[in-house]
């Protein structure tokens, strides 16, 4: 099991903007493909995959975020960030970072190492 580590959330105003980071070392150190996507589980609704990115950089995003939010990875920080803007109320979640083998998928059921969380909550 791959120790997985949120950090960043916090509680903004409606069209603000949060940074999210996610450390988990495989996603840098393996030779092989290897992917890391967030999630977000909001209060009374069960988990929604939000956006991914391979360790050969390529992105993708939910329909809910595309547009206002930028994946990226830090390979120096050996970090994924997910840069949030324009943040509604029904973005109010836990996010959760998580990591998988091979290429992004949003089926979260092929995602092996989750980490705890970390919450954002937007008002209106």
């Known amino acids: 099991e791959v120790p997985v580590l949120e950090s960043g959330g916090d509680s903004v105003q409606s069209g603000g903007s949060v940074r999210l980071s996610c450390a988990a070392s495989?996603?840098?150190?393996?030779?092989?493909?290897?992917?890391m996507s967030w999630a977000r589980q909001a209060p009374g609704k069960g988990l929604q995959w939000v956006s991914g990115?391979?360790?050969?950089?390529?992105?993708f995003y939910a329909d809910s975020v595309r547009g206002r939010c930028t994946i990226s990875s830090d390979n120096v920080k050996n970090t994924v960030n997910l840069q949030m803007n324009t943040l509604k109320p029904e973005d109010t979640a836990v996010y959760h970072c998580?990591?998988?083998?091979?290429?992004?998928?949003?089926?979260?059921?092929?995602?092996?190492?989750w980490g705890q969380g970390t919450q954002v909550v937007v008002s209106s």
């Open positions: 998580a990591v998988k083998k091979g290429r992004v998928s949003s089926m979260l059921s092929e995602y092996d190492d």
């Open positions: 495989d996603f840098f150190s393996s030779g092989s493909i290897m992917t």
């Open positions: 990115i391979s360790s050969d950089g390529a992105t």
